[in-house]
């Protein structure tokens, strides 16, 4: 048995009657490289039964503890049926965009069964003129960004004929745990809660601030504080300051969310990206949440609700190290920076973000190694489920701030092409996770010279979605470089008066 980490099991708690916890992708391919031309629903459930061995979250079950007094557990599924996790639909003609963002909304706003492992998988027929797409869905309890691309990398191939695969799992699942057998290894955490807290506290307490899922129960910023003037009274300098000041302001996409979703994507040139990167002497993590800004700005202003501050962005940080490549799991710090939607100028926009993209990576490095693992030691497994909802719901209430106003995901991709069963991946667009509070989240994963975004938002929220993915690209244009015919077109300085 695998025991969830307080980050998975936060993952689980959000969810409820208008939350999901699950993420996933939407991977467009061309069956015509596939044997035979096509790509069928047996195809694809023979090559997760070959890879099996190499994915072991496929296989996972949730078993929880009595009473919540400890993080739950993973099983290997005794009753694992490959059957049920694979299915198949079809579009019904065009088969355009917008019908397939539909069908992913939807599908996306199901709830898992936790009764099984916490994924499914759908191939999904006639889009676009004959192309395929295979859509993933798995709980974030169980992956987070680096650990999700691990399962795609085991899945996806070099080459349309394939490679050899590990052996078949051999032997039965785990023999699912007794509910009194689970309640005495509750019990036996109970006594070292006391003994993590306080191993926890000196290094934890002065930087809750950059753990806003705790920050945001009452009373708790307020010990950080105190934690802080006592530390820096002692000696020491474990946190850095300069961003206590991003106060996030409301939007109509910070309120109460509903049970529905939107989903829109489209794709950006990375050597478009590139090209401003090099022309500005920034990075391509700092271009993507530039655009991002840019997209939201427009949007903001259309709805009139354009503030003067800038926008607070959730940024999810990896903190994964080389040994816990492979453990799947999260291993991520969300991290906080400003959107800076107040700012009309492109090129200083790209500039202010820069600028505070490079003190968020100061404020990281700066921070304890163990930080997220010894702020989750304040609040004990049975109540914590508990914590991080009240956190979302005093946001959505409008009795507290959200945390952040949006997310803004990027995820370095493998930049050679990629095979599916056979079938060519073309893109492929992530789809991930909104909550009270925080109901727009833009992801991006880098894919063969081009980003492939992901947009998700609340339904009711923000009904014309589509608008960013357009917003984007016209971003991308006021940032290019002049073209070369449009550099000759232009006079020369000696010829402008």
């Known amino acids: 048995m695998r025991q969830l980490t307080a980050v998975d099991a936060q993952f689980l708690a959000l969810e409820g009657p208008r939350h999901y916890g699950h993420v996933g992708g939407v991977a467009v391919v061309d069956p015509s490289t596939a044997p035979g031309g096509i790509l069928e629903l047996a195809d694809l459930q023979y090559l ?29 599924d005794p009753d694992f049926d490959l059957d049920f996790h694979v299915r198949e639909l079809a579009l019904p003609a065009p088969g355009n965009d917008q019908q397939l963002a539909e069908q992913v909304a939807r599908i996306f706003a199901r709830p898992l069964d936790r009764s099984r492992p916490l994924w499914e998988l759908y191939l999904i027929h006639n889009y676009d003129g004959g192309k395929a797409v295979v859509m993933t869905k798995i709980h974030h309890a169980v992956i987070d960004g680096i650990s999700g691309a691990e399962i795609l990398g085991a899945l996806l191939d070099l080459t349309p004929e394939g490679r050899e695969v590990p052996p078949e799992l051999t032997g039965p699942g785990d023999t699912k745990p007794g509910d009194l057998e689970l309640l005495a290894r509750g019990l036996l955490g109970v006594p070292r809660y006391p003994l993590r807290l306080l191993r926890s506290v000196p290094r934890a307490l002065p930087n809750i601030d950059e753990v806003p899922s705790l920050a945001g129960i009452p009373g708790m910023k307020a010990a950080g504080r105190v934690a802080e003037v006592a530390d820096r009274a002692l000696g020491g300098d474990r946190r850095v300051v300069g961003h206590r000041d991003l106060v996030p302001p409301r939007t109509s996409f910070n309120g109460r969310i509903s049970a529905h979703r939107r989903f829109a994507f489209g794709q950006i040139s990375l050597d478009a990206v590139k090209a401003i990167k090099n022309r500005h002497g920034v990075t391509v993590n700092d271009v993507v949440v530039s655009l991002c800004a840019g997209a939201v700005r427009r949007w903001l202003v259309q709805h009139r609700e354009l503030t003067d501050e800038p926008l607070v962005a959730q940024i999810p940080v990896s903190v994964r190290t080389e040994a816990e490549q492979g453990t799947f799991g999260n291993r991520i710090l969300l991290m906080s920076a400003p959107l800076f939607t107040n700012e009309g100028d492109p090129v200083q926009r790209l500039r202010r973000t820069h600028d505070a993209l490079l003190e968020m990576k100061e404020r990281h490095k700066a921070l304890p190694a163990d930080l997220l693992q010894d702020a989750n030691h304040f609040v004990p497994p049975a109540v914590f489920s508990r914590a991080a909802r009240l956190t979302f719901s005093l946001a959505s209430s409008g009795r507290g701030r959200p945390p952040w106003n949006l997310v803004v995901s990027n995820v370095p991709g493998p930049q050679v092409p990629l095979y599916l069963a056979g079938a060519r991946l073309e893109a492929d667009y992530p789809v991930s996770v909104v909550t009270d509070g925080m109901g727009l989240n833009i992801t991006v994963m880098s894919y063969l010279g081009h980003l492939d975004f992901g947009i998700v938002a609340d339904r009711e929220q923000m009904p014309d979605l589509w608008s960013l993915i357009d917003w984007l690209r016209d971003e991308v244009a006021s940032l290019e470089p002049p073209s070369q015919a449009e550099a000759k077109r232009r006079p020369k300085a000696s010829q402008r008066g």
């Open 48 to 76: 997760i039964a070959e890879r099996l061995p190499l994915v072991p979250p496929f296989r996972w079950r949730l078993v929880e503890v009595p009473l919540g007094l400890d993080y739950g557990y993973w099983i290997d």
